[in-house]
């Protein structure tokens, strides 16, 4: 089924409003220096092509051609002036494997020519075999609805007790953020040097999906977005982020990613905005790193800009609202839902917090029942509530709105070290992504998802009588209620527990279960720092272990739980307590005093037999075993006086491989592998290693003659293929053109060889390797240029002297050429196998000047050709 | 230049790879225009070009041919025209002819004729709209010496289009006797002599001997022709043929030809027919058991009084 996704004009608004009052410090528009844009926005159609289609414009677009193989593609080239077809969802590098398992790869961004209407184009398109899906292009503007200064009632609400997100017992209890929580701002750029935001923005990985904008730059709603999500808290300036950090104490804040789709051109009255690739940006949000994704941002159907949304108008929201998991935004935001923070194959990564991520949208301002993109299912939908906690009269609604916040009179950062306050759904969404970012901060890990996230927003909002009847808006989120979902209240401390030294790690052992949800195990050299440390926030100097049961109903058995790393021959004082799943701490059991053992020695294992040996350049593993009696962490040292490496790898326990570097002649070294802990103590195993003598590169695949059939068209060869080194070494590979009138040869990526008709004809391209140790091997590569569908070519030309040379076929056959003159005189003829790289040579000296028929029989494919003797 | 460096570099890349010369026609010397060679006249055409001597059928042609033979025509006037499909399957050339020799006294007899051979244009020149072309015209004289002995010289230009810009052009001049004595006539001569094609090629010239002899069977007969010609190139050719007239209206034809590789018409098999009536007359022929020349044709009608 082929889908239009607008059949009208669409904008996209960013959804807020302001105050009419001046920001506190004046703004400033970007200037020309500051980016570098063009007045004039391309004209192009978003189109999904099928697999067969998509297969060959890709391969014919890696070429560099514009032209494909599809000749009705090829049509549209000249019917729309198509100047370029780039890919919606751009290689992903890495990510690539996972990017085309969901089929992103086959979305194409193509741009034609100004003059061509919209429609047109996109009727064209859609007549296309092979085109699966075409979208119009999104535009921006921003609407606002003015409204008054305020204060961040919504973190702290004074006036009407119990309205806002509830963050404050969490700052003090249990966490201001964690800087591993990637938290993208999908908007308009943040002013990453804003003194409220630079300390929570990464340092790098900002970027501009807004064409004409080639960098992040400092966008009112954008900027006033991130200050919400993460302005840094207690720095004694501006405002307080909901997971901004403690700057006083140290602790920052979450971390802020800005992916710019929002762009303001022009100033004054005349500023609007230019929109983005917001496909690509929440894509790329989670090739990032990201795990929430916040979009204070939708479609636009105020097509008549009056302010009210109707008639034709209100078709058209309710046609996206009932489509939306057909748009191209639909697979990049299942696509962040279902890897950020995990591999290609969709596992958690080793270090991140959460598997999958968190999509957060605004609802959107224009006080309907619709709000597409925000509706569609795996986001979070948020509606904007008042500071009296009624719903904000912009606020759209429905039962697809899963949450509220507050999004009134909201005042947070802008560029230039502005603040001011805006209203809308716009500034309830980073409401929600903070809190969000809070609950990650302190409960990811291993095996957290997006679902026990979502779980706990939903689970723990407040109802505060708007999340039913015909103008619903959800519950209100609620920053305690998240920690504190599917809570089974305090356990029961611990009343008793034994402690024993092995080596400098205590091992604890306890009955455990029975209601609780896990226990933590803490030491100190200080008796007095146990007992007044916070266990939510555990101060300096406290070690820490942790044993989760994840089970309430667990039966009371021992358990045991170990400390690890201590210092050796010191005195620490121990205790436990039990937890429940919203982190509700138990009190302390007995604090018991005990005195940590010495440090073990770590020891190196190997059974190496003789001398390991190895080719030039192998890669092999190595049969060492560390072991630390006390498990400590292990610093790995190694030296020889050869060029080998050692790669050493600790996953649960180290791996070895020892990597050779090429040497001029045999020889046996010797190495040493030194490992110590980290107090100090060493272990150290010598061995030694030959490298046998150098193997030569060998030309192990003959490059088969290429045939070309425009001059500008390209074809790749991957020399890696065809060449190889039995030593496994890093080859270099040289290429250069006999005939660079004919073809042009070059090397990417640093083995594929490259190679560029620049004429017709016949040529040739040498293609040489070296290993090493400089021992080299080439091959000469004939290149024949000639028009599709010729198949027969004179390589002397149609007009021809002492000789003639013809190329027949691409592929050897059984050939008769005759030259036959007008009379019928059978002047030169040949027979046998050839090809256009084994062509058939005809002595026409004795030939007199005359008119001349060339006669090819390639095994019953006659081809008759007129040539002249001059 | 570019062609040439490119036949150097493939000369250099493919080496031993290509077909090797061996395998070629051995190529003897070559003449230019070979086109002269090619009969004008279905009914020698008929005979695979042999009839020459032949002093009983239309004379129409003689400028191409044997003008001698004309002289011992009892014609007052003879004229025909030609159209051929030469080499269907290479050449593909479409070929026109005509001819007149009229007889003055009893002694003298004037030719001439005219011939053009088409071909398609060049597909390698598509923008000019050149077509190739070949244009003969020829003009001879025959005199009777005396009842048993005649000489003719024929003399003519030949041009060959080749190129928009680029052309070749030759005069030739042929002379040849014949004697007839009883139901024989022998005749022989030089052809096509000329001077040299772009500097170094020679035409198709060559000494001509030609014989033929009539068996009468009532009112129906039998012409037994034989042609040789020995080309100054060194190539030669014979080509023997047979007329079978019935009734004096109806003529059945045929004739083999064999000829060196580099002849400039090579062997092959020819069939023909005619008809004559009150001095009209219609003869077709048609060529085969040749690979270059098998399929063509050729049909002419002609008058005579």
Request: net charge positive.
């Given at each position: 089924m082929k889908l239009k996704l607008l059949a009208f004009p669409v904008l996209l608004t960013a959804l807020v409003s302001c105050v009419q009052e001046a920001p506190v410090t004046p703004k400033a528009e970007p200037t020309a220096e500051q980016v570098t844009e063009s007045e004039q926005t391309p004209s192009y159609v978003k189109v999904l092509f099928n697999e067969q289609m998509c297969d060959l414009v890709e391969e014919d677009l890696?070429?560099?051609?514009?032209?494909?193989?599809?000749e009705g593609l090829n049509g549209l080239v000249d019917e729309l002036g198509i100047e370029s077809m780039e890919r919606l969802f751009p290689f992903a590098g890495e990510f690539e494997p996972r990017t085309r398992k969901e089929g992103l790869h086959r979305w194409y961004k193509v741009r034609y020519a100004e003059d061509i209407p919209l429609t047109r184009a996109t009727r064209a398109f859609e007549s296309l075999p092979g085109v699966e899906a075409v979208e119009e292009p999104i535009k921006a503007s921003l609407t606002t609805n003015d409204r008054y200064w305020g204060n961040q009632w919504a973190l702290n609400n004074v006036q009407y007790p119990g309205y806002d997100v509830n963050v404050q017992e969490i700052w003090d209890n249990y966490t201001v953020g964690n800087p591993d929580v990637i938290v993208a701002v999908i908007d308009g750029g943040i002013d990453l040097n804003h003194p409220d935001l630079a300390w929570n923005c990464l340092p790098d990985g900002h970027q501009s999906y807004v064409y004409g904008a080639d960098r992040v730059v400092g966008h009112d709603h954008g900027t006033h977005v991130a200050g919400t999500i993460a302005a840094v808290t207690n720095n004694s300036i501006g405002i307080a982020g909901i997971a901004g950090g403690d700057y006083a104490r140290g602790r920052r804040g979450i971390s802020l990613l800005s992916q710019q789709c929002f762009y303001t051109i022009g100033t004054g009255a005349n500023a609007r905005d230019r929109s983005g690739d917001f496909e690509t940006a929440i894509k790329e949000a989670a090739d990032k790193g990201a795990l929430i994704a916040s979009n204070s941002w939708g479609y636009d159907f105020d097509q008549d800009m009056d302010g009210v949304i109707s008639g034709s108008e209100l078709a058209s929201a309710r046609s996206a609202h009932q489509n939306v998991q057909y748009y191209s935004i639909a697979r990049a935001i299942d696509y962040f839902v279902k890897y950020a923070g995990c591999d290609n194959d969709g596992n958690q990564l080793p270090n991140s917090l959460m598997k999958g991520g968190l999509v957060v949208f605004a609802a959107g301002n224009e006080n309907i029942q619709y709000g597409a993109p925000a509706n569609y299912e795996p986001c979070l939908a948020v509606g904007a509530i008042t500071t009296n906690g009624k719903r904000a009269g912009f606020s759209n609604f429905g039962d697809w709105v899963d949450l509220c916040a507050p999004g009134y009179e909201i005042i947070s950062t802008l560029p230039n070290s502005a603040y001011y306050p805006y209203s809308g759904t716009s500034m309830a969404c980073p409401h929600v992504s903070g809190v969000a970012a809070l609950v990650l901060s302190y409960f990811g890990g291993q095996g957290f998802t997006v679902d026990d996230l979502k779980s706990r927003l939903l689970e723990g909002a407040k109802d505060i009588g708007l999340s039913s009847g015909g103008r619903a808006v959800g519950s209100l989120v609620d920053a305690v209620g998240a920690f504190m979902a599917h809570d089974s209240g305090t356990p029961e401390a611990v009343s008793d527990f034994t402690v024993s030294p092995i080596g400098h790690n205590l091992r604890l052992d306890f009955q455990g279960g029975g209601g609780a949800y896990g226990y933590m195990a803490l030491a100190a050299k200080s008796e007095e720092a146990l007992r007044k440390t916070r266990l939510t926030m555990l101060d300096e100097g406290i070690e820490f272990a942790h044993l989760v049961i994840?089970?309430?109903?667990?039966?009371l058995e021992p358990r045991s739980i170990s400390l690890l790393s201590l210092e050796p021959d010191t005195d620490y004082y121990v205790t436990l307590a039990a937890y429940s799943y919203g982190r509700r701490y138990s009190a302390l059991a007995p604090i018991r005093k005990v005195h940590t053992g010495h440090n073990g020695k770590p020891t190196i294992e190997t059974d190496p037999g003789e001398t390991f040996v190895f080719r030039q350049y192998q890669e092999a593993d190595v049969p060492f075993t560390l072991l630390d009696p006390d498990l400590d962490t292990l610093a790995v040292d190694f030296q020889t006086n050869g060029r080998a490496t050692l790669k050493a790898e600790m996953d649960g326990k180290w791996h070895f491989r020892l990597i050779c570097q090429a040497v001029r002649a045999p020889a046996t070294f010797q190495a040493t592998l030194i490992v110590s802990d980290r107090f100090g103590e060493r272990a150290l195993r010598s061995f030694k290693y030959s490298v046998l003598e150098n193997v030569e590169p060998v030309l192990a695949e003959q490059i088969a003659p290429v045939s070309l059939n425009a001059v500008g068209q390209s074809v790749d060869i991957d020399l890696s293929r065809h060449f190889s080194d039995e030593d496994g070494e890093p080859l270099d590979y040289r290429v250069n053109s006999l005939d660079a009138n004919l073809v042009a040869a070059e090397l990417v990526d640093g083995h594929t060889l490259r190679l560029t008709a620049r004429d017709f004809g016949l040529g040739e391209v040498r293609a040489s390797v070296f290993d090493a140790m400089g021992a080299t091997v080439r091959t000469d590569i004939p290149v024949l240029v000639r028009p599709a569908g010729e198949k027969v070519t004179v390589l002397e030309g149609r007009i021809f002297g002492d000789k003639l040379t013809i190329l027949t076929a691409d592929q050897e056959t059984q050939t008769t050429v005759r030259l036959v003159s007008a009379s019928g005189t059978v002047v030169a003829q040949a027979s046998g196998v050839s090809s256009a790289f084994n062509p058939v040579v005809l002595d026409t000296g004795h030939a007199a000047p005359g008119l001349y028929t060339l006669f090819v029989d390639m095994g019953g494919d006659v081809t008759r050709l007129s040539v002249v003797k001059k | 230049m570019r062609r040439s460096l490119l036949f150097m570099l493939l000369s250099g890349l493919l080496g031993s790879a290509a077909i090797p010369a061996a395998a070629q026609t051995d190529a003897g010397a070559n003449e230019a225009l070979g086109v002269l060679r090619i009969d004008r006249n279905p009914v020698l055409l008929s005979m695979a070009g042999a009839g020459s001597a032949m002093t009983s059928t239309s004379q129409a042609y003689a400028a191409f041919g044997n003008p001698a033979a004309a002289a011992f025509s009892d014609k007052t006037l003879e004229t025909a025209v030609s159209y051929a499909s030469w080499s269907p399957h290479y050449t593909a050339a479409s070929n026109i002819a005509a001819g007149v020799t009229g007889h003055l006294g009893q002694k003298v007899a004037l030719s001439l004729g005219f011939a053009r051979q088409g071909y398609q244009g060049l597909d390698f020149e598509p923008a000019s709209g050149f077509k190739p072309s070949d244009m003969i015209l020829r003009a001879g004289v025959g005199f009777k010496v005396s009842e048993s002995l005649a000489i003719g010289v024929s003399a003519g230009y030949a041009k060959e289009a080749l190129l928009s810009d680029y052309s070749l052009s030759a005069f030739s001049v042929s002379a040849l006797a014949q004697y007839r004595i009883g139901g024989l006539n022998l005749a022989g001569g030089l052809v096509h002599l000329g001077g040299k094609v772009a500097s170094d090629y020679s035409l198709p010239a060559s000494v001509k001997l030609a014989a033929d002899y009539g068996f009468e069977f009532g009112s129906s007969n039998l012409h037994v022709a034989l042609d040789g010609d020995y080309y100054f190139s060194g190539n030669y050719s014979a080509a023997l043929g047979l007329n079978f007239g019935i009734g004096g209206i109806g003529f059945l034809r045929g004739g083999y030809r064999y000829a060196s590789a580099n002849a400039a018409i090579p062997s092959g098999l020819a069939l023909g027919a005619g008809l004559e009536w009150h001095g009209i007359s219609l003869d077709v022929s048609f060529l085969t058991a040749s690979e270059t020349l098998g399929g063509s044709w050729m049909a002419g009608v002609g008058y005579r009084f």
């Open positions: 890696s070429r560099g051609q514009v032209r494909t193989r599809s994840g089970d309430v109903e667990a039966p | -």
